[in-house]
C-alpha cells in the first residue's frame, strides 16, 4: 500500500505542476537532458553550499534557484539559503551571470520571486513561475549590456530602464498631471509594485495613465500594458483617449506607433502593445470560456451591476495562454469601488505593476495599494485651478419624503395597485387606513403626488432661483432608486416640464425600443445623444451614468435617491463638475454662454445623511431576479446572500399555500422558510465556529483559525444557495411569486414642500477671475525679457519670427507651480472681466492663442481676438494680393493652402514630413504637394507662414 505522501512531498507535486504548465521540462539531476531553446527545471542539484531544490536551465545555462518548502512555512527566513545556493554554482555548471539572477522560495501555494537584475532586488509575491522565455528576454538584455552591444538597453529590467529615463516633456500638461506622473516614475523606480493616481473628476486621469504608460513602454521598455475597466462605456472612452492621444516627442498618434486594442473577444493576441477591457472579460479569458455577452460589460463589474457579473469569482487558475507575466503594467480604472474582494485574485493574477486611478479613494483603496499615493488632487483644488467647476446644493424636500404618508380607509376609496412585472394596474377599496414610512417612498408604495410636488417645484424654480434668466432647460440628470421609479419619474417630467419623448429619455443597462424609429437604442447610444444632442435635455438613471461617463455639459444634477455611500456619492456629483469649451457649451445649451458651476438638487437629503450599518437587505436596487442570477454564475457574496434572504422572508410572507407547494416541489422538499433559514445561518458566526469544528475535528470550545473558519463560511455558503444556484425551476417558481406582489399606488394623498432653497453653507469658496488677469499681465510685463518669445510679441515691428520652440517654452513656464495657468484658464478669466472685448471661437484651446493672450495683456492690442480668427483675416488679404499681382491657383491647389494654412494656425510651422501626416496624407500627401506646386511648394509655404505668424 503506497505511504501517503509527506507535506514536503506534496509541495514538490505541486511546484512541478506549476512548472511544467508554465513550460518548464521537470527533470531529475541523474536523467538531466539539456539542449538549446529549451527551459529546464533540475530537481535535486548539488551545490557548492548544499543541494537545491530545483536549478533552472536555459538551455545549457544555469539561470536559478527554486527552494521548496512545505505549505505554511514562513519564506522570508528561506532567502538566505537561496542566495548562498545562487552563489555557489558549481565548477561544471555554465551559468552566464553569477549569483544567479532568478531566485524563487515556494511551497507550491505561495511563491516568492527576486529578480538579481533589479538595482536593489527585492522579493516579491508572485501567481506562478515565469515562463522560459520571459526569464530568457531579461537574460537577453542583461548580457547584451555586459557585452556592451550597440542595441543593449541601458539597463535589463523596467526598474532600472525608468531610472535611466529622460525628464518628462510637460508642455501642454496640467501641474496635477505632471505631478503625477513625476511621481508614479519615483514609485517605480523605487521598486514599488503599486501605486495609487487621485485626482478629481474632470481632471483627466486617463489622458495622465496613457501619458505614463507611453513613457513606461517607450523609456521602461514595457512589453505589454493592461488597462481594466468596469463598464464597456468606459472601456471605449479609454479607446478613444488611446487613439487620440499625441506623442509629445514625434506628433504621431499613441495607436499609431504602439497596436491598442479594445478587447471584443475572449482571446488576447501578444502582439498588442495596450489591451483595454473590462474586468468582466478578463476574469472571463482567464477561466477560459469562449465568449462572453455584450450586456454582461455594461454593468458594472466593480459595483456588482449589469448581467452575469459576479461579486466573489471562484479562485483564479493558471492559462497558459495568459500567462501571468503577459503584461509588465496593469491600469486599473475607477479603483476606488469593491474590487479587492471580488477581482482581487484576477489582478494579482499577473507580475505586474499596478496603478490605480480613482477621484475618491476609499479606506480599502488605500489599503490595496500600500498607502502609496503618488498624486492627491482634490475638487477644490480641481476647481481653484479651473480644471472643475464649483457646485452649488439647492435642498427640496416634500412632507411624504420626509415623513411616510397615511391613506384613509373611507367608503369612497379606492387604491390602485400595480404588478411589477406587467405593471398592470387594478383598483380595489380599502377595509383598513395603510401607513407607510418616507423609506417605502417609490419601492413598495408610489405618491405621483410627490414626484409632481418635486419636479414641479423644481420647474417653476429652475429659471428664477436656479438657473435665473435663462429659459432652455439646462442638461439635466436625475438619480431614481430603481427602474420602476425611474419610470415613475418619466412619465411625469414629460407632462410637468411639457417634454417630448426625445427630450427627456430613461437610461438603464438595459437596450430600449425606439417607438418613433422601429429600432432598438442601446444604453450607449442614448448617453452619446444625452452628451451630443442639444435636444435632449434630461436623463433618468439609476446609476448607469453614476460613475465615470463623461457629460461635460451637465450642469444639474438631482438625486431623488439617497445614496449609503459617500464614495460613490462623490462620484455621483462628480458627473456635474466637468468643464466645457463654450462653444461647445453653447451649442448643447443655446441661451448660456459660459459653465460657471453646476447645481446639486436634493430632494432626500442625501447631503446631510451619513452611511450607517446596512440592513440585511444590504442593496434594494438589485431585482430579485438579479439576485438569483448573481447566485447561478457563483456569486456568494455575504452581503448578497443577506439581501437575498430578504426578500426570500418577504416572499414566504405573502405568499399562497399553492405557492409555497409550488416551491417545495420544485426544490424537492425545502421550504421557502428553510431557503431563508439556511442563507441567514450561512451568514451567522456561532454557525461557522461550529461548523468549523465539525469540518476540522476540533475539540468543542476549540476556537478555529482564520483559515478553518473560512473555509467553513464558505462551506455553509455554498450549501445554503445550492438549491437557488443549480435548480433552474426552483429559480423559476420563486420569481413567480415575486410576479404577483403588487405596488400600492397613493392618489389620496397630496404631497407639499417642506424645504426649498439653496444651500449655500454646503458649497466652497472659488477664486476670482480679475486676480487670474492682474497677475497674468504683471508676469508678461516683468518677465518680457526674459522669455524670447514674450520680446517677439513686444516689439513692434517684429525684429524676428516668433518660433513654435519659443512659444512652448512660455507655455511651460506659464503652466508651473505656482501659477498653473493654461490658455483655457486665462481666457476664460478674461470674458469674465472684459466680456465686451474678448472674442473668437477656440476660447485659448489652441496653442497659438497664447500669442492672442500676450499681445492684449502686453497692451500691443486693444481687443482679445483668437489667433485663428486673426489668421483668417491674413489669410484672404493674402489671396487678394496674389490675385491682385495675376497670381492664380486652380480649386485643388486652393484646397491644399486652406489645410496649410489650417496647419499653419494650430502649430505655427509646416515641414515637409508634416504633408504626409493626417489630412495631408488622404489627398496624397508629400507626393501629391510637389505635382501641385512643384518648385514654388517650400517658398509658398515659407512665405505664408510668414505672413499668418506675422
Known amino acids: 500500500m503506497p505511504q501517503p505522501l509527506t507535506p514536503e512531498q506534496h509541495a514538490r507535486e505541486q511546484i512541478d505542476d506549476m512548472l511544467r504548465q508554465a513550460g518548464w521540462a521537470v527533470q531529475s539531476a541523474r536523467q538531466m537532458s539539456l539542449r538549446p531553446g529549451t527551459g529546464v527545471a533540475l530537481r535535486e542539484l548539488p551545490m557548492k553550499g548544499g543541494t537545491a531544490d530545483y536549478a533552472l536551465f536555459l538551455g545549457t545555462q544555469l539561470v536559478g534557484i527554486i527552494e521548496a518548502k512545505r505549505v505554511g512555512t514562513t519564506l522570508g527566513g528561506v532567502e538566505a539559503q537561496t542566495r548562498a545556493y545562487a552563489s555557489g554554482v558549481p565548477n561544471m555548471a555554465k551559468a552566464p551571470i553569477t549569483p544567479l539572477p532568478f531566485l524563487y522560495e515556494s511551497t507550491g501555494v505561495e511563491t516568492w520571486f527576486s529578480n538579481g537584475l533589479d538595482p536593489e532586488p527585492r522579493a516579491r509575491r508572485v501567481f506562478w513561475f515565469h515562463r522560459p522565455e520571459t526569464l530568457q528576454l531579461w537574460l537577453d538584455d542583461a ?116 497596436t491598442t486594442t479594445w478587447l471584443r473577444h475572449n482571446q488576447i493576441d501578444p502582439v498588442n502593445k495596450v489591451v483595454i477591457t473590462t474586468i468582466q472579460r478578463l476574469y472571463s479569458v482567464l477561466r477560459g470560456d469562449p465568449a462572453l455577452p455584450e450586456d454582461a460589460e455594461e454593468g458594472s463589474g466593480f459595483m456588482g451591476d449589469g448581467p452575469a457579473i459576479l461579486r466573489e469569482p471562484p479562485p483564479v487558475t493558471y492559462n497558459p495562454l495568459v500567462p501571468p507575466d503577459l503584461f509588465d503594467v496593469v491600469v486599473v480604472d475607477e479603483c476606488h469601488r469593491s474590487i479587492y474582494t471580488l477581482w482581487r485574485q484576477v489582478i494579482e493574477y499577473f507580475d505586474a505593476s499596478i496603478i490605480g486611478l480613482t477621484a475618491t479613494p476609499a479606506p480599502h483603496t488605500y489599503a490595496f495599494f500600500d498607502g502609496n499615493v503618488v498624486s492627491e488632487y482634490r475638487h477644490e483644488q480641481a476647481v481653484r485651478d479651473r480644471v472643475n467647476v464649483p457646485y452649488q446644493v439647492y435642498e427640496l424636500r416634500t412632507r411624504v419624503s420626509e415623513e411616510g404618508g397615511t391613506i384613509i380607509a373611507e367608503p369612497q376609496t379606492a387604491v390602485a395597485r400595480r404588478d411589477r412585472s406587467t405593471r398592470k394596474t387594478t383598483w380595489e377599496a380599502l377595509d383598513e387606513d395603510v401607513s407607510y414610512p418616507a423609506t417605502a417612498l417609490d419601492r413598495s408604495v408610489v405618491v405621483p403626488d410627490q414626484i409632481r410636488t418635486v419636479l414641479r417645484a423644481l420647474r417653476e424654480r429652475m429659471f428664477t432661483e436656479i438657473f435665473p434668466g435663462r429659459s432652455t432647460i439646462p442638461k439635466t440628470l436625475v438619480y431614481a432608486k430603481s427602474d420602476d421609479h425611474a419610470e415613475d419619474i418619466l412619465r411625469i417630467l414629460r407632462e410637468e416640464w411639457a417634454l417630448s419623448n426625445e427630450q427627456a429619455v430613461k437610461i438603464t443597462y438595459k437596450t430600449e425600443r425606439d417607438g418613433a424609429k422601429g429600432a432598438s437604442r442601446k444604453p450607449e447610444d442614448l448617453i452619446t445623444a444625452f452628451k451630443n444632442s442639444p435636444t435632449l435635455r434630461v436623463a433618468i438613471t439609476v446609476d448607469m451614468i453614476a460613475t465615470g461617463t463623461d457629460i461635460r455639459a451637465l450642469e444639474c444634477v438631482v438625486f431623488m435617491r439617497s445614496v449609503r455611500s459617500r464614495v460613490l456619492l462623490e462620484q455621483m456629483k462628480g458627473r456635474g463638475v466637468r468643464t466645457i469649451s463654450d462653444d461647445e457649451f453653447q451649442a448643447l445649451t443655446p441661451d448660456a454662454l459660459t459653465k460657471t458651476h453646476f447645481v446639486l438638487v436634493d430632494c432626500v437629503g442625501v447631503m446631510e445623511d451619513t452611511p450607517n450599518d446596512p440592513p440585511m437587505d444590504r442593496d434594494p436596487s438589485l431585482s430579485l431576479d438579479k439576485l438569483l442570477k448573481l447566485v447561478a454564475f457563483g456569486d456568494r457574496d455575504p452581503d448578497l446572500l443577506s439581501t437575498l434572504a430578504a426578500r426570500l422572508d418577504r416572499l414566504d410572507r405573502i405568499a399562497t399555500s399553492a405557492q409555497q407547494a409550488q416551491v417545495v416541489e420544485a426544490s424537492e422538499g425545502l421550504s421557502l422558510r428553510q431557503l431563508t433559514a439556511d442563507l441567514i445561518n450561512s451568514l451567522d458566526e456561532e454557525h461557522a465556529l461550529a461548523k468549523a469544528r465539525e469540518m476540522f475535528h476540533l475539540a468543542p470550545g476549540t476556537t478555529p483559525t482564520d483559515d478553518q473558519r473560512q473555509a467553513a463560511e464558505e462551506e455553509l455558503r455554498e450549501a445554503a444557495v445550492a438549491p437557488l444556484a443549480y435548480v433552474e425551476p426552483l429559480r423559476e417558481a420563486v420569481l413567480s411569486i415575486r410576479r404577483d406582489q403588487h405596488v400600492l399606488i397613493d392618489h389620496t394623498t397630496a404631497d407639499e414642500l417642506t424645504r426649498v432653497g439653496r444651500r449655500a453653507d454646503l458649497e466652497l469658496e472659488y477664486n476670482n477671475a480679475q486676480a487670474v488677469v492682474s497677475a497674468f499681465q504683471t508676469f508678461c510685463q516683468e518677465h518680457r525679457d526674459q522669455y524670447s518669445a514674450l520680446r517677439v510679441l513686444y516689439a513692434r515691428p517684429y525684429a524676428q519670427r516668433l518660433t513654435r520652440a519659443a512659444l512652448r517654452e512660455l507655455v511651460s513656464a506659464l503652466e508651473r507651480p505656482p501659477r498653473a495657468w493654461t490658455r483655457a484658464d486665462l481666457w476664460a478669466a478674461y470674458e469674465r472681466v472684459e466680456a465686451g472685448r474678448v472674442r473668437g471661437q477656440s476660447k485659448g484651446a489652441q496653442l497659438t492663442d497664447l500669442i492672442s493672450l500676450v499681445r492684449h495683456a502686453l497692451g500691443v492690442e486693444e481687443e482679445l481676438v483668437s489667433f485663428a480668427e486673426h489668421a483668417e483675416a491674413r489669410f484672404q488679404n493674402w489671396l487678394a494680393t496674389q490675385s491682385n499681382r495675376g497670381r492664380t491657383f486652380s480649386a485643388e491647389q486652393l484646397d491644399w493652402l486652406h489645410l496649410i494654412k489650417d496647419r499653419i494656425i494650430v502649430d505655427m510651422e509646416l515641414t515637409r514630413d508634416d504633408l504626409d501626416d493626417t489630412p495631408f496624407i488622404e489627398r496624397g500627401g508629400l507626393g501629391k504637394a510637389d505635382k501641385l506646386f512643384g518648385d514654388d511648394l517650400d517658398p509658398l509655404v515659407e512665405e505664408l507662414t510668414a505672413e499668418l505668424v506675422a
Open 143 to 258: 548580457l547584451k549590456i555586459r557585452k556592451g552591444l550597440p542595441a543593449a538597453p541601458v539597463a535589463p529590467t523596467l526598474i532600472g530602464r525608468m531610472r535611466h529615463a529622460p525628464p518628462l516633456y510637460a508642455a501642454g500638461m496640467r501641474p496635477p498631471q505632471i505631478t503625477a506622473i513625476q511621481n508614479l516614475e519615483r514609485s517605480v523606480c523605487e521598486g514599488r509594485p503599486r501605486a495609487l493616481v487621485q485626482m478629481a473628476t474632470g481632471v483627466g486621469k486617463t489622458f495622465t495613465a496613457v501619458s505614463a504608460l507611453y513613457r513606461l513602454i517607450k523609456e521602461g521598455g514595457a512589453r505589454r500594458a493592461l488597462f481594466l475597466v468596469d463598464r464597456g462605456n468606459l472601456g471605449r472612452q479609454a479607446e478613444r483617449e488611446f487613439q487620440g492621444y499625441t506623442l509629445p516627442d514625434d506628433g504621431r498618434k499613441f495607436s499609431d506607433v504602439y
